[in-house]
């Protein structure tokens, strides 16, 4: 019964990966105006996930030291990861699909299995438990969907293929769920998989999507980007009061 639940839960919570659909009934012209907007959002939600949530909760379960070098291992492990897709996909051709929106789904994907971890923590702890934390996964997934739809789209996916990648990157949580109802009880892994997600956040925030903001050459709009950054770390910082135990 209790896998059953926990299972229903992050497939839940994977559904509300398809919130990117809204932008199909949306016209090229609007939503090109907001997209920038929404990678701003994404990068601000990244960087707070990373320093409120995961590097907190890391914190409080290892000695900072080790945390920071995980988180370290996490970042240069994506640094490395996007030289080599960048070559990949990009060499000697003109490069139609950044190499960030595949860094991108690889970690939304990490993200999602741990929510799934998460979920299954929740359960595994009581039931109720398990209703707030599916409860609170699924309502920091609606922002943190929009954003990653929009990043695949910026990045030069279309908009079927961005749904439906971001789709099967947050199937993760499917995953996740169900290794941590076995697991989760016997390994901890979660205290080492939580600063290397936030390595992994940080880079693609910070070398991928913050430079992309840096080529907004007006003024207004940038100041507008910059104000949106910013929501997208409170909105985080809210939801970790919100929540708390």
Same mark, same amino acid.
């Given at each position: *019964?209790?896998?059953?639940?926990?299972?229903?839960?992050?497939?839940?919570?994977? $559904?509300?990966?398809?919130?990117?659909? $809204?932008? /199909?009934?949306?016209?090229?012209?609007?939503?090109?105006?907001?997209?920038?907007?929404?990678?701003?959002?994404?990068?601000?939600? /990244?960087?707070?996930?990373?320093?409120?949530?995961? *590097?907190?909760?890391?914190?409080?379960?290892?000695?900072?030291?080790?945390?920071?070098?995980?988180?370290?291992?996490?970042?240069?492990?994506?640094?490395?990861?996007?030289?080599?897709?960048?070559?990949?996909?990009?060499?000697?051709?003109?490069?139609?699909?950044?190499?960030?929106?595949? /860094?991108?789904?690889?970690?939304?994907?990490?993200?999602?299995?741990?929510?799934?971890?998460? $979920?299954?923590? %929740?359960?595994?702890?009581? +039931?109720?438990? %398990?209703?707030?934390?599916?409860?609170?996964?699924?309502?920091?997934?609606?922002?943190?969907?929009?954003?990653?739809?929009?990043?695949?789209?910026? %990045? %030069?996916?279309?908009?079927?293929?961005?749904?439906?990648?971001? +789709?099967?990157?947050?199937?993760?949580?499917?995953?996740?769920?169900?290794?941590?109802?076995?697991?989760? #009880?016997? #390994?901890?892994? *979660?205290?080492?998989?939580?600063?290397?997600?936030?390595?992994? +956040?940080?880079?693609?925030?910070?070398?991928?999507?913050?430079?992309?903001?840096?080529?907004?050459?007006?003024?207004?709009?940038?100041?507008?980007?910059?104000?949106?950054?910013?929501?997208?770390?409170?909105? *985080?910082?809210?939801?970790?009061?919100?929540?708390?135990?």
């Amino acid at each position: *019964m209790v896998l059953l639940l926990i299972v229903a839960s992050a497939v839940l919570v994977s $559904i509300i990966s398809l919130i990117g659909i $809204i932008t /199909l009934a949306i016209s090229d012209s609007i939503f090109k105006r907001v997209l920038i907007l929404l990678v701003a959002f994404s990068a601000g939600a /990244l960087m707070g996930g990373s320093f409120i949530h995961l *590097m907190p909760e890391s914190l409080e379960k290892m000695e900072p030291l080790n945390a920071f070098i995980i988180l370290l291992v996490g970042f240069s492990s994506f640094f490395l990861l996007e030289r080599v897709l960048m070559w990949r996909h990009c060499h000697e051709h003109e490069c139609d699909i950044h190499a960030f929106t595949y /860094l991108n789904l690889l970690g939304d994907g990490l993200h999602n299995f741990i929510d799934g971890v998460i $979920i299954a923590a %929740g359960y595994l702890t009581g +039931f109720p438990v %398990g209703i707030a934390t599916t409860f609170a996964v699924a309502m920091h997934e609606i922002p943190q969907e929009l954003g990653d739809f929009a990043v695949l789209v910026y %990045g %030069g996916f279309s908009k079927t293929k961005a749904l439906l990648f971001n +789709f099967l990157s947050a199937v993760t949580a499917v995953f996740g769920a169900v290794l941590g109802y076995f697991f989760l #009880q016997s #390994q901890d892994l *979660m205290i080492y998989i939580l600063p290397f997600a936030a390595g992994n +956040f940080l880079y693609i925030a910070s070398s991928d999507l913050i430079p992309e903001l840096h080529k907004e050459l007006s003024l207004k709009k940038s100041f507008e980007s910059f104000i949106v950054f910013i929501l997208g770390i409170c909105l *985080m910082y809210t939801f970790k009061i919100a929540f708390a135990e």
